[in-house]
């Protein structure tokens, strides 16, 4: 049956460190004790959309050593094919430095290691990747030339295509044009329209500034003040579900696994939605990136008891 979701990104231990706020530079200041997590948005998505009930393939590549080790055993042991993870024999897995506030904030300092020599060339050498594919999912942890050639083999497959554009670089119309739902948060939005946000009445025109550049649908992530979805027929405002925030890390990585999944299930845009809406207020409740993501049950009781 063709409904397995491909996810194409990283992966990085994450290095978390709870401050009492974000310091200045040049300034010292005491943190709680270190903690360990595998992390990288390509993963975070991976496992978010495996823990949700979906069929998953993930293609990301690791280096040789001890992260790049526990890291393959960890994902093997979750279920996703081993063959597709990949090992770089000169560079280290990639590391990501997270500094966390009491708020649920974060500042977020990646070091891609072997994420960045991620290839389009490894791409080309795993033909067997695509078997089975309907939906297909990346950031921009990776090279923009991998990135791309998975959006237009995906395009060629006759696969959905979802992208999370983040970390937020240029686009150009050609990369855009092969996205079916482009996916970023307030700050990427702004930052591919060239629009500035001064209100939520600029959203209708920075979403429509990326569909006349080729994307499908967008939808714009917005926090604790919920989405915003428009494409050429439908333009949908959704509140988010009002929960307490500890760790907004791995919120918009839980937020693209669900509605990856809620596609690939072919729920109505509007229900998937709803679902990605609610799996992303789950993830903020938990610290840490991977350990924060909600498995299926949860999000189905809490889409039952949450209004």
């Known amino acids: 049956m063709r409904n397995r979701i491909l996810v194409l990104g990283s992966s990085n231990i994450d290095l978390i460190l709870r401050v009492p706020r974000f310091h200045n530079p040049g300034e010292t200041i005491t943190g709680d004790n270190l903690v360990t997590a595998f992390g990288g948005k390509g993963a975070n998505q991976a496992i978010a959309a495996k823990r949700l009930g979906g069929e998953v393939t993930f293609l990301t590549k690791l280096g040789v050593d001890s992260f790049g080790e526990s890291?393959?055993?960890?994902?093997?042991?979750?279920?996703l094919p081993p063959r597709f993870l990949l090992q770089d024999e000169k560079l280290p897995s990639g590391v990501a430095i997270i500094e966390l506030v009491p708020r649920g904030e974060n500042r977020i300092i990646v070091s891609?290691?072997?994420?960045?020599?991620?290839?389009?060339?490894?791409?080309?050498?795993?033909?067997?990747?695509?078997?089975?594919?309907?939906?297909?999912?990346?950031?921009?942890?990776?090279?923009?030339?991998t990135v791309t050639k998975g959006l237009l083999l995906a395009r060629k497959k006759g696969c959905l295509t979802i992208l999370n554009p983040s970390p937020a670089i240029p686009l150009p119309p050609k990369v855009l044009s092969l996205v079916d739902f482009m996916v970023p948060n307030e700050w990427e939005a702004q930052s591919l329209s060239g629009i500035k946000m001064k209100g939520k009445k600029d959203l209708p025109r920075i979403a429509q500034k990326l569909l006349g550049r080729g994307v499908k649908n967008v939808v714009i992530t917005l926090g604790a003040q919920g989405l915003y979805f428009k494409n050429r027929n439908e333009e949908i405002w959704m509140d988010a579900f009002r929960v307490k925030a500890v760790d907004t890390t791995a919120a918009g990585d839980a937020f693209m696994a669900a509605l990856a999944c809620g596609l690939a299930a072919e729920k109505s845009i509007r229900e998937a939605l709803k679902m990605a809406n609610a799996a992303g207020a789950l993830a903020a409740t938990r610290l840490g990136a991977q350990p924060s993501l909600p498995n299926q049950p949860e999000l189905e009781r809490f889409l039952e008891r949450t209004p």
């Open 71 to 79: 890291y393959r055993e960890y994902l093997t042991d979750a279920g």
């Open 112 to 145: 891609p290691g072997a994420n960045g020599s991620f290839s389009t060339r490894d791409l080309q050498k795993h033909p067997g990747v695509w078997r089975g594919i309907k939906v297909f999912v990346a950031q921009m942890e990776t090279p923009l030339d």
